[in-house]
């Protein structure tokens, strides 16, 4: 329900069928365009546009199973690393940053955007695929002396997970064999992107920023829905809202007491008993709940206790929205 800044729909997402490489298939809400999809063509490699008859891929995928995840979050199996991923991981990539700039209410600094590993320059298959082709891109040149920097995430191998075992290319930990990791090759030692992880090594895609303007979400109406609520003190009506709720719970509670009558046909003698003990409960708790209403707000008060002229300073409010924005 993203809106660009004139307030129309973007229609950044579609319902797409998807068949897995073991013949399983799925229904799974696709990211079309917009600037998350930029950002994911760089970090997965793949530049196919998803909209054609002969596309190689169908944009990034939102999470298909389990259940409890669908549509919420990005699809594990592609992007384990990611926050808004099943993968259990805090890294909050630009793939994410680039999601919330779609929604047209934030401004990312992708300067800061934490790095993910896995998946990273797969190739459009893998994506279309949700992992289940792998690419061997062998794009990491590796000094001899230090095999331990092709030995992709060490949180993969400690943390596994049956579900992407049994349908990624690689299994669980890609990165453990001589396909994806560190082998000998032409000129060197190398393995795969997704492969190269440890201390000082640096990936371009982490923080890269799509180049497509940021297209604010129109915000006229809730920014004027909300100056108006805004002049409205709400804990004024407090009191007569205790009130009003103290009359409905004691018609609600007395009303079975007040209705019975005896065999001479009137209204046993108790029953006003509790009529009247539940009334000055009610009572009491209202006067207690004034009194705390007089102790922490005076002003609010005086508005309710027969003070015809009066006024105060209200403070201007700062809208949540606004508040949000200017973050």
Known sequence: YARDS???RK???????????DGATDEVWFFTKGRAYEVAQHY????SNSTTEDREWDGVPLMGLPE????????????????????????VSS???AAMEDLGFYLANYS??????????????????????????RSATIPTATPSLCGGDPFWASHPNTYLASKCDGGNDPCQSSENGYALSTGGYSCNAQCHYGEGVIREQCNTAPKSAVDGADTSVFDDLQATLSTIDWQAWLIPLIWVLAALVLIAIVRRCVCPVNENGCIKPQTWSYALTIFVMILALGLLSGSILLLVKRDTYRAFVGVVHWHWTRTPRLSPITALLSL
């Open 68 to 91: 409890a995840g669908r549509g919420a979050h990005w699809e594990t199996r592609i992007m384990r690393d990611d926050v808004m991923s099943y993968g259990f991981q805090p890294h």
């Open 95 to 97: 793939i994410t940053l």
């Open 44 to 47: 997965f490699n793949c530049f």
């Open 11 to 21: 229609y950044m997402i579609e319902l797409r069928p998807v068949v897995d490489n």
């Open 112 to 137: 800061h955007a934490d790095c993910m590993s896995w998946g990273l320059l797969q190739g459009c298959a893998y994506v279309k695929s949700r992992c289940g082709t792998g690419f061997d891109d």
């Open 6 to 8: 004139a307030g129309r």
